[in-house]
């Protein structure tokens, strides 16, 4: 198994900064690991304090393999520079696993995340791995240790080049996109919410990487393969953030299992229960599960498909 290299995104949070490090360095695979931060530049004097604090603190890091620095010297915002970034490492490696400030790990993280890109970057059904999973019920009878999800993770998680190459970062369909019912229905099988987060973006009124992703996801008829339960956590709920208010909607206890199953390539199927229980917590609505199984049969997947077809499989 290779080793993909970990990209790490930081800026104006020393005392996040500083957990987080500390949190990832209780995975034994840091010494085999390169990691490349990525230091985004400060916005004025409101940030300059606090932007060098977390540069004196990542030029102090050790344990790595290798530790490659990039210093912004103006401000790129979020992301900008995950995407900058991340084409930049994965270019280069092939894969990668992305990480940010605000993050805390399972000492198995590492483990885990290099396990599943490893296993399945020949299943075109797997778009990304994620490490944070929401705080679900997890069905009783559901005993795996993973699942697959329409809504992608962007706290720890993880790709391979031919799918980061797929992304359209500019959206150029949204508007017959916007039009089709049907298609923005299956979108949102991971939430409600995701369709409008879209429609901000392409409005100019937020700047987020993350439900861009989501599309292309969605566009490639693929998935987010999770732990079933979170092997990471997140500290910048707390008000701190550029793009987070305070909250605890998000918190997790971090999942401290040692061994994970990983299934055959092709072998996990989609439940749809955790997916109905997933765009709740995320979205609010109540909805049955005959709602969501009914977007994925008939009408919806033939209109998918047409919609689709000029999509080339992964190479």
């Known amino acids: 198994m290779s080793i993909a290299p970990i990209i790490l995104f930081v800026f104006n949070r020393p005392e996040h900064t500083k957990k987080t490090i500390e949190s990832l360095k209780k995975n034994q695979l840091i010494q085999d690991s390169e990691l490349f931060v990525f230091s985004d530049g400060s916005r004025g004097k409101i940030d300059d304090e606090n932007v060098e604090a977390v540069r004196r603190l990542v030029d102090g890091l050790g344990g ?68 944070y999973s929401p705080p679900l019920e997890i069905p009783k009878d559901y005993q795996a240790d993973s699942y697959l999800s329409y809504r992608c993770c962007t706290w720890g998680w993880g790709t ?108 996990l199927k989609v439940n749809e229960e955790i997916n109905r229980r997933f765009a709740t917590f995320y979205d609010g609505k109540e909805r049955t599960f005959s709602e969501l199984a009914e977007k994925n049969k008939g009408a919806f997947l033939v209109k998918m498909k047409r919609w689709l077809f000029q999509q080339k499989p992964l190479t």
């Not at 490492?89 to 993280?109: C, M, P, Q, T």
């Not at 700047?207 to 500290?235: L, M, Q």
Request: glycine content about 8%; some cysteine; hydrophobic content about 40%.
């Open 160 to 267: 391979w080049k031919n799918r980061w190459d797929k992304v359209d970062w500019n959206i150029k369909d949204f508007e017959s996109f916007s039009q089709n019912e049907a298609m923005v229905s299956l979108f949102n099988r991971g939430g409600e919410d995701m369709f409008q987060i879209l429609k901000l973006q392409m409005e100019g009124k937020i700047s987020s990487w993350g439900i861009r992703w989501d599309y292309a996801h969605f566009k490639n008829e693929a998935y987010c393969f999770r732990p079933t339960y979170s092997i990471v956590g997140n500290t910048g709920n707390d008000g701190s953030g550029v793009h987070c208010g305070a909250t605890i909607k998000f918190n997790v206890i971090i999942n401290a299992k040692k061994d994970f199953l990983f299934p055959r390539p092709g072998q």
């Open 64 to 131: 790595f393999r290798k530790i490659t620095i990039r210093k912004r010297s103006a401000n790129f915002g979020l992301a900008n520079s995950v995407i900058a970034g991340m084409t930049e490492v994965i270019d280069r490696y092939g894969k990668a696993i992305v990480i940010e400030d605000d993050l805390l790990f399972s000492h198995n993280f590492l483990d885990y995340m290099n396990e599943a890109l490893s296993r399945y970057e020949n299943d075109p059904r797997i778009f990304s791995v994620g490490g």
